[in-house]
Nanobody, 115 residues
Framework: QVQLVESGGGLVQPGGSLRLSCAASGRIFSINAMGWYRQAPGKERELVARIINGFMTEYADSVKGRFTISRDNAKNTVYLQMNSLKPEDTSVYYC?????????WGQGTQVTVSS
């Protein structure tokens, strides 16, 4: 099994920044993808950013130029640096990891952007 532990969420004013972290532990041997989804109340879960095969990055159009995903392979940790935050970024952010045919999810961390 694989466990994902997220941290770094919170309340921030519009235009501010937050950095999310997600540490993976357990039976890790070949990570295919790792990244972040988010889900706001009443909306479907949507991809925010991910790293595929250790180096290819993909971003949602709504966060391009503002969010940066990175990964520390030695620590099996993925980060999401979020800058220029907007109220519409308010969501629960979920870390996920794909290993072979299995998908693992973190418990979610709340990000609230409000003045």
């Amino acid at each position: 099994q694989v466990q994902l532990v997220e941290s770094g969420g919170g309340l921030v004013q519009p235009g501010g920044s937050l950095r999310l972290s997600c540490a993976a532990s357990g039976r890790i041997f070949s990570i295919n993808a790792m990244g972040w989804y988010r889900q706001a109340p009443g909306k479907e879960r949507e991809l925010v950013a991910r790293i595929i095969n250790g180096f290819m990055t993909e971003y949602a159009d709504s966060v391009k130029g503002r969010f940066t995903i990175s990964r520390d392979n030695a620590k099996n940790t993925v980060y999401l640096q979020m800058n220029s935050l907007k109220p519409e970024d308010t969501s629960v952010y979920y870390c996920y990891l794909v290993q072979e045919a299995n998908v693992y999810w973190g418990q979610g961390t709340q990000v609230t952007v409000s003045s």
